[in-house]
C-alpha cells in the first residue's frame, strides 16, 4: 500500500511565487507523481480544505495567507518520442522548468518554442495560460496533454482543438480546478520556419539571413530582446505581463486611431489587439512607485514587488491602473496572473 503524503504544515511561499509576496499556506506538499498527486487530493477531500496547484508561481498574486493545501508540482520528465523525418514529440513533466526546456529543445535544433525562452514558470502552467511572446503561442506546437479529471478522478488525455486554445486562454481557465495536468506533449521540427516578424526580432536580427540562424540563435535573440525591457524576477519580484492585450472590434480601432494616431496595436479584418503597454504609458503610470510596488520603468505592463509589497499592494495599484485606463480609453483591462490566499 502506497504511504500517504506528508504534509506540511505552516509553510512560507514567498520564495515560491515569482512576486515575492510573503504568504504561507496552512498545509503543503510536493508531488513528483500522479499516484502522489491523487493522494494530496484525496487528503484534501478527507479534510476538507481547498487545493491549490502551483507550479512556478509565475502568474499568481496571493491576497494574503492560504488556508488551504498548496500542492506544488515537482513531476519531472523528459524524453522524445515518434522521431519521424524532421519531426519529433518531446514529452515533459508538469514540474520542468519552462525556459530550461526551451533551451534543450532549441540546443538540440528542434525548432517551435524557441520565441517562448525566458518566460518564467512551469510546463504545467503553460497550457494554462497558452503562453505567448513575439509572435508565437504554445498551441503552435502543442500536441497534447495528459491530465487528473478532479470531477472524475480519471486520468484523461486532451488534445489541442480539446484545450480550446486562444489569446491566454484555454479550457483550463474556463473550468478552473477541474484538470491537474500532470504531462505536455509537444511536436517539434527541424525545418520548421521561425518566427522573426515581430518588429524587436526583426530589428535584433536585421541583415541576418534566416536559413543560417539556429534554433538556439532565435531563443539566444529572444532572451536578449526581453532582457532589455523586461525585469528580471530574481533580482526584481514580478509575475511579467501583468495585462492581457486587449482585443476590441475593428470599428473601436478605427475609432482610437481618429483620436490618438499614434496608438500602438495590431489590426485584423475584424478586430485589433491594441498594446496594454501603450495604453498605461499614456496615462502616466510606467516608472511609477510607491515605496514598496510599481510599475517598471521600462515596460509598463510589468508590475514590480520592489520592498516587500504584500498581495492587497499589487491589486490596489493594479485596480488603479484599471480605472484611469477604463476612464481614458473606454477599454477594460484583464490581468494575467490569477489571485489566491485571502487577507
Not at 513533466?93 to 525556459?99: K, L, T, V
Amino acid at each position: 500500500m502506497n504511504a500517504q503524503p506528508r504534509i506540511q504544515e505552516n509553510v512560507f511561499l514567498g520564495d515560491m511565487n515569482s512576486l515575492g509576496i510573503s504568504a504561507r499556506a496552512r498545509y503543503f506538499v510536493p508531488v513528483t507523481s500522479v499516484e502522489a498527486l491523487k493522494q494530496a487530493l484525496a487528503w484534501a477531500a478527507e479534510k476538507s480544505v481547498e487545493p491549490l496547484i502551483l507550479g512556478g508561481g509565475s502568474n499568481l498574486v496571493f491576497a494574503g495567507d492560504y488556508r488551504g493545501l498548496v500542492v506544488r508540482m515537482a513531476i519531472t520528465r523528459r524524453c522524445w518520442e515518434h522521431i519521424e523525418g524532421d519531426e519529433a514529440t518531446l514529452i515533459l513533466g508538469a514540474g520542468e522548468n519552462w525556459h530550461d526546456v526551451v533551451m534543450y529543445a532549441a540546443s538540440v535544433g528542434y525548432r517551435g518554442i524557441e520565441n517562448l525562452a525566458l518566460i518564467p514558470g512551469t510546463v504545467g502552467a503553460a497550457p494554462v495560460q497558452n503562453i505567448g511572446a513575439y509572435g508565437s503561442e504554445l498551441r503552435d506546437t502543442l500536441l497534447e496533454v495528459s491530465a487528473l479529471d478532479r470531477h472524475t478522478g480519471r486520468e484523461v488525455t486532451l488534445t489541442n482543438s480539446l484545450c480550446h486554445f486562444s489569446y491566454r486562454d484555454s479550457l483550463f481557465k474556463h473550468e478552473p480546478g477541474r484538470y491537474v495536468i500532470t504531462t505536455v506533449r509537444l511536436r517539434l521540427s527541424r525545418s520548421r520556419p521561425f518566427c522573426l516578424d515581430y518588429r524587436d526580432l526583426a530589428e535584433y536580427f536585421d541583415g541576418r539571413d534566416a536559413r543560417s540562424l539556429t534554433p538556439l540563435d532565435v531563443a539566444n535573440g529572444v532572451m536578449a530582446v526581453r532582457r532589455r525591457k523586461l525585469p528580471d524576477p530574481a533580482r526584481l519580484p514580478n509575475a511579467g505581463s501583468f495585462f492581457k492585450n486587449p482585443v476590441v472590434p475593428i470599428e473601436t480601432w478605427h475609432a482610437l486611431q481618429q483620436a490618438y494616431p499614434d496608438i500602438a496595436g495590431y489590426p485584423g479584418d475584424d478586430s485589433a489587439k491594441i498594446a496594454a503597454a501603450w495604453l498605461i504609458d499614456q496615462c502616466g503610470w510606467k516608472g511609477y512607485r510607491n515605496g514598496r510596488v510599481g510599475v517598471h520603468n521600462r515596460q509598463a505592463l510589468v508590475l514590480v514587488n520592489h520592498s516587500h509589497g504584500s498581495g492587497e499592494d499589487v491589486l490596489e495599484l493594479a485596480d488603479r491602473i484599471r480605472g484611469e485606463v477604463k476612464a481614458r480609453f473606454g477599454i477594460a483591462l484583464e490581468m494575467e496572473p490569477g489571485v489566491v490566499g485571502s487577507p
